[in-house]
């Protein structure tokens, strides 16, 4: 899954882009999810009065409204970064906000100031009310997503890799931030983090992750990639997710 986030301060645009940029690649033919990060003290999705908010304040967890258009799975909490990305299987993941993970962003500024006062080693172009000003800033593109959706589209579909592991395992001589920034200026590629060429394979037993070896890895790899490829209808190349549950929780 690609990743990348949308970040900057209020009303500098970052909404724009992101709908700009997930009616594009939903044009591609790309699943896209999204992720809305929200920092207001005291917001919940569901209100004081609700059902689903008595059933939440009962103790449940999580807490589904389950309505005829649209379903909300509600947590009491907020989840980390990597508990929530696992709700996620798409093409392509927009977030706005920051994700607290190492991926590649855009960054929004009223300013040149903001831009500069927020950019970091991850940003990779910047866009929002600064774009109707300037199309190139401090060696980075400048571009408007209302003018210009095609060029927005095409500098993340250049610049945006598939997301790393994120263990900060520190095998590939760096950690994630550091082979991200390398990625992005091209120094490196996503083959570098040792860790996806060892854990191409990865098994979980009730949500906890079994060590394997890279020989074991390849053994249950190729014997499952024979027999998952062989089935009708089934595109190589793509990551494989298989769920076997236990018969008694049935
Ligand atoms: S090897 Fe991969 S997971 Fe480990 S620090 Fe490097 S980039 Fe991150």
């Known amino acids: 899954m690609k990743i990348f986030s949308i970040r900057g301060y209020k ?4 909404t724009t882009v992101a709908t700009t940029l997930i009616r594009k690649l939903k ?5 896209v999810g999204s992720i809305k990060s929200i920092h207001i003290e005291g917001w919940h999705i569901d209100t004081e009065g609700t059902n689903s908010y008595a059933h939440k304040e009962a103790g449940a967890e999580p807490v589904a409204a389950w309505g005829l258009e649209e379903t909300a799975i509600i947590f009491p909490r907020r989840l980390r970064p990597m508990a929530l990305l696992k709700y996620f299987n798409n093409d392509w993941l927009v977030v706005e906000g920051s994700l ?6 855009i960054v929004c500024a009223k300013s040149v100031e903001e831009a500069r006062e927020l950019r970091t080693g991850l ?18 593109p400048v571009v408007n997503p ?14 945006v890799f598939p997301a790393l592991p994120f263990f900060d395992c520190g095998d590939c001589g760096t950690d994630c931030t550091g082979m991200a920034e390398l990625i992005l200026k091209g ?22 992750r079994v060590p394997l070896n890279p020989f074991v890895q390849n053994i249950i790899g190729s014997v499952l990639k024979g027999a998952v490829y062989s089935l009708k209808g089934v595109e190589k190349g793509k990551e494989i997710r298989i769920k076997i549950l236990d018969p008694e929780l049935l």
């Open 11 to 14: 009303k500098s645009g970052k």
């Open 187 to 208: 120094e490196k590629t996503i083959k570098d983090c040792v860790m996806m060429q060892k854990d191409n394979v990865q098994i979980f037993v009730g949500g906890k």
């Open 123 to 140: 940003t990779f172009m910047f866009s929002g009310v600064i774009s109707n000003e300037m199309d190139e800033l401090d060696g980075l």
């Open 100 to 105: 607290y993970l190492p991926v590649p962003e």
């Open 27 to 31: 044009e591609e033919g790309f699943r």
């Open 146 to 159: 209302l003018s210009q959706p095609d060029k927005v589209l095409e500098i993340v579909m250049e610049k």
